[in-house]
């Protein structure tokens, strides 16, 4: 790349100092969706932005759009960008590193005088994360007309305060999102690219830098299923009377667990966890014969007809289990989210920059979801570029190098200046790093 627009490192290093320094909780970083952290995190991009001569905007939602405008400003948008909420006591990159991988080549590019031929966007998204409000990607499903009124009666599960109120004190308009009014239109979207860091310990482990993503995994979620068996005495029931939830649950996971072995063994890729598995803590206890558990279960996997084999094994495990030990069981309500397939134009243009710039990208699926899913889903050209990043994600420890960032941010640039036509004018201006 021309070292005239190398991105701005130092402002990369000093925004996640102050994002650090804003957002630490005494044991990890908090960024509440739609709250004093998240709004922080937005604040600062916003006021960097200005400082470096972007034009900053907001849509009903409170989502922030920081632009570099082009020569042609009806042309479709190159977009970049994340999410700035975190789950509580995560880490200071997960969803930040892609707003300031972004702020960093704008900001690089305004200085070197650079005027690209069509608008280039970094969207700092608002709640992503599920752990606040009971749903995914809100900010970036509002944006595009997405977001209904029951959603915006979701409360937030450490306030009790619903959705609508949380967006309107973070200076929102809930009203105006309602009403269904997108504020982008997949038609006006060039592309979009969000760089990421890796939440597994894949790249880590291999010693890649750098992951292009091939697919975001949908899921399909029982979040509160219940097997139904009888309290008894555990001294006095013979095991012929016994309706026991969890001799039930133990076999039930046990069986699920089977039946992904078998489905992975036939070329399928999915995962499928038990997260939450638990006897009733008013009820249970050392000598009784447990009759409830309450359990949960998540699949996650590219392929919707892979999602559907899981599900069909479900219902058959379901079946046997209940006839097996006398229980009722309940699955409850099935929640589900999209795939997003990833745009392989984009793949390959993220590739081919990786190599320009001396390393092999891995080619890996995403397990965890991201916003770009739902871009795809609009119909938007969508990719993602996973950085290495060391102890996991969603904890404090979560552990990317800033060299890493520096060469992704690079890759990143080198996609996005192809697609928004970048070239050079005359200007000149000075840095906008902050103090
Ligand atoms: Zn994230």
Redesign the pocket.
């Known amino acids: 790349m021309n070292p005239a627009i190398e991105p701005d490192h130092a402002l990369a290093a000093s925004l996640f100092a102050q994002l650090a320094a804003q957002s630490h909780d005494g044991i990890g970083i908090t960024r509440d969706s739609y709250g004093d952290g998240e709004s922080a995190a937005h604040a600062l991009a916003a006021a960097t932005a200005e400082r470096c001569g972007l034009e900053v905007r907001r849509d009903a939602a409170s989502n922030l759009y920081l632009t570099l405008p082009g020569r042609d400003r009806d042309a479709p948008v190159v977009m970049t960008g994340?999410?700035l909420d975190s789950v509580p006591r995560g880490g200071n990159f997960?969803?930040a590193a892609g707003v300031v991988a972004g702020l960093a080549i704008l900001a690089g590019w305004r200085r070197a005088g650079i005027v690209p031929e069509r608008d280039m966007t970094v969207m700092a998204i608002r709640a992503?994360?599920s752990a606040w409000f009971p749903l995914s990607y809100a900010g970036s499903k509002a944006a595009f007309g997405l977001l209904d009124a029951p959603a915006l009666a979701l409360r937030r599960a450490d306030t009790g305060r619903t959705l609508a109120d949380h967006m309107r004190a973070a200076g929102g308009d809930p009203g105006a999102v309602a009403a269904g009014v997108p504020a982008l239109k997949a038609a006006d979207i060039d592309c979009f690219v969000e760089l990421?860091?890796e939440?597994g310990p894949v790249l880590d482990e291999a010693g890649d830098v750098l992951g292009v993503v091939t697919g975001i995994c949908g899921s399909q979620r029982y979040r509160h299923a219940a097997i139904r068996g009888q309290y008894a005495h555990s001294g006095a029931t013979p095991r012929s009377h016994r309706r026991d939830a969890v001799v039930a649950a133990a076999a039930l996971v046990t069986a699920l667990q089977r039946a992904w072995v078998s489905l992975e063994a036939a070329g399928h890729e999915l995962t499928v966890t038990v997260g939450q598995c638990t006897t009733e803590a008013a009820q249970a206890n050392f000598s009784k014969v447990s009759g409830r558990v309450d359990f949960s279960i998540d699949m996650r996997s590219r392929s919707r007809a892979t999602l559907a084999a899981m599900d069909a094994a479900i219902q058959s495990i379901r079946a046997d289990i209940m006839q097996a030990c006398r229980v009722e069981i309940d699955l409850g309500p099935l929640t589900a989210s999209a795939a997003g397939v990833m745009d392989p134009a984009l793949q390959g243009m993220l590739t081919a920059a990786a190599a320009e710039a001396g390393v092999a990208a891995r080619p890996m699926p995403s397990g965890?979801g991201?916003d770009a899913a739902l871009f795809a889903a609009q119909g938007v050209p969508a990719a993602m570029l996973f950085v290495r990043n060391a102890h996991g994600?969603h904890n404090p420890d979560e552990s990317m190098r800033l060299d890493d960032l520096a060469l992704a941010t690079r890759v990143l640039a080198g996609v996005l200046g192809a697609r928004a036509g970048v070239f050079h004018s005359t200007a000149t201006l000075n840095s906008c790093q902050s103090v």
Request: proline content about 0%; charged content about 25%.
């Open positions: 994340s999410h997960d969803g992503e994360e990421h860091i939440q965890a991201h994600s």
